[in-house]
């Protein structure tokens, strides 16, 4: 039976729900208030077979915890985490590990770019699907997918979200407000 760990950390992009397995962080879910967090549990509850359990003590969260306040802070520009894939597979799965490996800090891709990399060319639109669905955001940065024609693109924690992240990356100007 899987165990499931889960803790919220502020951050300043909004509380952020991180939950982990043995192999590692399996989710990090964005705007944690209360409803968003019980929605998020239930349904890892139901995914991986196990009613999570809150702590920041496990092994994982706290690392998880300790490398978000140091990337926000800007003295990490790659997490160094063990990854728990299970709640993705096959042409997702594949698009987020190179995601992850591929698209280092202060950088961005382009979805047909990344359909690419992948040896899937014309698959920019399954590219947004799986940012979309991808359960590991700011870890897994699909903040740095961007569109071709120099558009943001859409974003599952919300453009603001998404402008944030990436000026933290020196990628586009600090907001003004």
């Known amino acids: 039976m899987t165990t499931v760990t889960w803790t ?11 939950a982990a397995t043995g192999e590692g962080l399996v989710n990090v879910a964005f705007h944690a208030e209360e409803r968003v967090t019980r929605e998020a549990l239930e349904r890892l509850a139901s995914r991986l077979g196990a009613r999570p359990s809150e702590t920041a003590e496990s092994p994982p969260l706290a690392e998880a ?3 978000l306040r140091a990337y926000f802070a800007g ?8 990854l728990d894939w299970s709640l993705t597979a096959g042409f997702n799965r594949r698009v987020l590990r190179e995601l992850a490996t ?6 961005v891709v382009g979805y047909q770019d990344l359909a690419d990399r992948v040896g899937e060319p014309g698959a920019a639109r399954a ?4 940012m979309g669905s991808n359960p590991l ?4 940065p699909c903040h740095r997918v961007v569109e071709s024609d120099g558009g943001i693109g859409g974003f599952g924690g919300g453009l603001e979200t998404k ?5 933290l990356e020196g990628v586009l100007p600090q907001p003004l407000f």
């Open 8 to 18: 919220v950390t502020d951050t300043p992009i909004g509380p952020l729900l991180l």
């Open 65 to 67: 915890v300790r490398q």
């Open 75 to 82: 003295g990490l520009r790659g997490f160094d985490l063990p």
């Open 102 to 107: 591929g698209v280092p800090y202060g950088t």
């Open 127 to 130: 590219v947004g699907v799986a």
């Open 137 to 140: 955001p700011v870890v897994v």
């Open 163 to 167: 402008r944030a992240l990436l000026a």
